[in-house]
């Protein structure tokens, strides 16, 4: 490809993921509205579209709503307004017959070949995303994941056609323009989109990934939707699995469909009755303890909040540090994880690290310790999960492996009484290269203002 038709293609697949969500890592989950990308269009038409392009169901069951409806959970009189306001003369009973007869009918059954390239992919994401946590890793990450698969490939039963590294395309723009060879360059945007809604929670997970210049898994082994594609790509050639979206449906009217006014129904029903009981709470004796105790973020909206739950009923409220306004990612000296302590639409722009103080003269004596039982952790879960000694070890090390055993008593107490935290400095560097910052920090503290979301927190990878 030329450079021109090179950034035509990264541009085309930029678009192509904008209508699907970014994901962060279960260690530090975020919660993503997976109709992010639909924003800009009334709810019923996101669920409509999100439907047709991820799949799945946007709306309860109708068995769903007949539960909420018999519990008295939605308000007669409200549902009958909004069944009203939206043109809709029939008894709820046989509006949820209706649902549920059309439940019968939408049956919808998905290709194998596609769920076998869904299998396969998801199975070589886990191998190179694996954080540290595969016992055997997966061989060249380094080189990027799509080099990396296409040395391993050949040796996979689950990956017809390929014999040697030299069947696959060397880079993933030729892997993608074979793929492709058969439809014109217009129509690839189209397909991008379709492949990259396939999986969306992986994609998610390698479009957040790609684009946070911080991760330190993502600059020790790099990964790009670019990757992704031309893996799937080749994985559907080599299963004989469609590539073009499934032709769209359109709706006969752009009218809200039932299950939405059941839904609204609901959430109104609820949110009529939870502002009945916080306006107007029953007169409760005070007792000892108050009747609950919940906890704030301090700013200005929680402050309001606080003080109106506190003047209906016995309730106790604590405002929490959280965020600052300085976005940090903090490391201490004896984790294994560095955390993003600012909110999840922020980027971090400061790096904190605890090292020890010049005048630690428990700094010594920690590291020894510590060094020493990583090494004989490492070493008995080397030899645990080797494929040479692994039964071996077993079979002769016996009773000494439980987890209860006085082996693992002793390592627990040495590590308890040995490995106690040096005291450390905070050391402060700025992504906008300000100078660097220090102050102390006693033992087994950090910093305040780092209790909000933990959210791109990661195990660091090992040092190349």
């Not at 105790?293 to 409220?317: K, P």
Request: proline share 8%.
């Amino acid at each position: 490809m030329t450079p021109e038709e090179t950034h035509y293609l990264d541009d085309s697949i930029e678009r192509a993921a904008e209508n699907v969500g970014s994901v962060w890592p279960l260690h530090s989950f975020v919660t993503a509205n997976p109709l992010s990308g639909f924003e800009d269009r009334p709810f019923h038409r996101a669920v409509a579209d999100a439907e047709q392009l991820f799949g799945g169901r946007g709306y309860p069951h109708a068995s769903v709503f007949r539960a909420a409806w018999e519990r008295g959970q939605i308000d007669p009189e409200v549902l009958a307004d909004e069944l009203a306001a939206r043109g809709y003369d029939r008894e709820p009973e046989a509006l949820l017959d209706e649902l549920e007869a059309r439940e019968d009918s939408d049956g919808e059954e998905r290709d194998p070949a596609t769920e076998a390239v869904d299998r396969v992919l998801s199975k070589w994401l886990a191998a190179f995303l694996d954080h540290g946590n595969a016992e055997w890793p997966m061989p060249d990450r380094e080189q990027g994941f799509y080099a990396a698969w296409r040395e391993v490939a050949p040796y996979d039963d689950e990956v017809p056609g390929l014999n040697s590294p030299a069947d696959v395309p060397e880079t993933p723009t030729d892997a993608i323009e074979a793929a492709l060879s058969d439809y014109p360059q217009g129509e690839w945007e189209p397909i991008f989109e379709a492949q990259l809604a396939a999986l969306p929670g992986w994609t998610g997970f390698v479009k957040q990934r790609a684009g946070d210049d911080a991760d330190a898994w993502q600059s020790e082994y790099p990964i790009s939707l670019t990757d992704y594609l031309a893996v799937r790509l080749l994985l559907a050639d080599a299963h004989d699995a469609p590539l073009e979206p499934a032709e769209p449906t359109e709706p006969a009217d752009d009218a809200v469909p039932l299950p939405e006014v059941w839904l609204t129904a609901w959430e109104k029903s609820h949110r009529d009755r939870l502002l009945d009981a916080v306006s107007e709470p029953e007169e409760r004796a005070t007792g000892d303890r108050p009747e609950a105790q919940l906890v704030f973020c301090i700013d200005t909206r929680s402050e309001i909040i606080r003080r109106h739950v506190e003047a209906v009923g016995d309730y106790e409220t604590y405002g929490y540090a959280g965020f600052f306004g300085v976005p940090m990612r903090y490391q201490s000296y004896d984790g294994e994880t560095a955390v993003d302590a600012c909110p999840p639409v922020v980027d971090a722009q400061h790096r904190v690290e605890d090292r020890p103080a010049a005048d630690a003269a428990d700094r010594e004596r920690f590291d020894r310790w510590r060094n020493a039982l990583t090494a004989g952790k490492q070493t008995l879960k080397d030899l645990k999960s080797n494929a040479a000694t692994a039964f071996s070890f077993v079979e002769n090390a016996g009773r000494g492996t439980a987890p209860r055993s006085p082996r693992a008593r002793c390592s627990r107490g040495a590590s308890t009484t040995w490995s106690t935290t040096p005291t450390t400095r905070q050391t402060t560097t700025s992504s906008a290269s300000r100078p660097s910052t220090t102050s102390r920090t006693p033992t087994g503290t950090s910093p305040r203002g780092c209790a909000s979301t933990n959210r791109s927190s990661t195990r660091r990878p090992p040092s190349s």
